[in-house]
């Protein structure tokens, strides 16, 4: 895969994250009468994955970098919090939040790749 096809991606994934996080923050806040998640999940996350998506229209080592740390971060976390979820007996949650550490991790390991491309050009 090229460096073009890993922009591409990246950018359609970035823009699916963005839009989950408006989603579900939406969701937590109409439906489920939950604030916390929208200051302390959804909010944050859309703020790196809108972060992410300008330094990849303009990429460099260095911003691809800082994207990547970022990124790995949000992988951790919802892999932590979807097995707590799970463990705690939420059949849909937990899973659902297992994904998208599956989405950001193709996420991570893209923009990795596409970072070590750069580099070596």
């Given at each position: 895969?090229?460096?073009?096809?890993?922009?591409?991606?990246?950018?359609?994934?970035?823009?699916?994250l963005i839009?989950?996080?408006?989603?579900?923050?939406?969701?937590?806040?109409?439906?489920?009468?939950?604030?916390?998640?929208?200051?302390?999940?959804?909010?944050?996350?859309?703020?790196?994955?809108?972060?992410?998506?300008?330094?990849?229209?303009?990429?460099?080592?260095?911003?691809?970098?800082?994207?990547?740390?970022?990124?790995?971060?949000?992988?951790?976390?919802?892999?932590?919090?979807?097995?707590?979820?799970?463990?705690?007996?939420?059949?849909?949650w937990g899973?659902?939040?297992?994904?998208?550490?599956?989405?950001?991790?193709?996420?991570?390991?893209?923009?990795?790749?596409?970072?070590?491309?750069?580099m070596a050009?």
């Open positions: 895969m090229n460096f073009a096809a890993h922009q591409r991606m990246n950018l359609a994934l970035l823009g699916l839009a989950a996080c408006v989603y579900f923050s939406t969701y937590d806040i109409q439906a489920e009468k939950i604030w916390w998640t929208t200051w302390y999940i959804y909010l944050p996350r859309g703020l790196i994955f809108f972060l992410g998506s300008i330094i990849w229209k303009k990429p460099s080592p260095t911003g691809l970098g800082m994207v990547l740390g970022f990124l790995l971060l949000i992988d951790l976390f919802l892999i932590g919090y979807g097995a707590w979820l799970s463990l705690q007996g939420e059949m849909l899973p659902l939040t297992l994904a998208f550490a599956g989405l950001t991790g193709l996420l991570s390991w893209s923009t990795w790749k596409a970072r070590g491309m750069l050009s």
